[in-house]
């Protein structure tokens, strides 16, 4: 996760239960054009990531094979 400023936030958590992700395959989620899939571009993940540091926000992925993925997406309390 990007560090962030010290001060008050709220996250937004999305959690599942599939298959999870190897380190590999997390360190590069948010590159752009990254994709494990045989369609799409890529950049889903990437745009999130531009969308919450524009709100100066930060993303937390945690992703363990075969138990799942959590992600959050912090966000400076107002």
């Known amino acids: 996760m990007t560090p962030l400023r010290s001060g008050r936030y709220v996250f937004v958590e999305v959690r599942d239960t599939g298959a ?17 899939n045989t369609t799409g571009r890529g950049l889903g993940p990437a745009s999130v ?14 992703s363990v094979e075969g138990r799942g993925t959590t992600i959050r997406a912090w966000f400076p309390a107002a």
Not at 21 to 33: C, G, W
Not at 49 to 62: C, K, P
């Open 20 to 36: 999870g992700m190897s380190p590999e395959t997390t360190a590069r989620m948010f590159d752009p054009f990254f994709t494990t």
């Open 49 to 62: 990531q531009g969308i919450v540091r524009s709100h100066r926000g930060a993303l937390g992925v945690d």
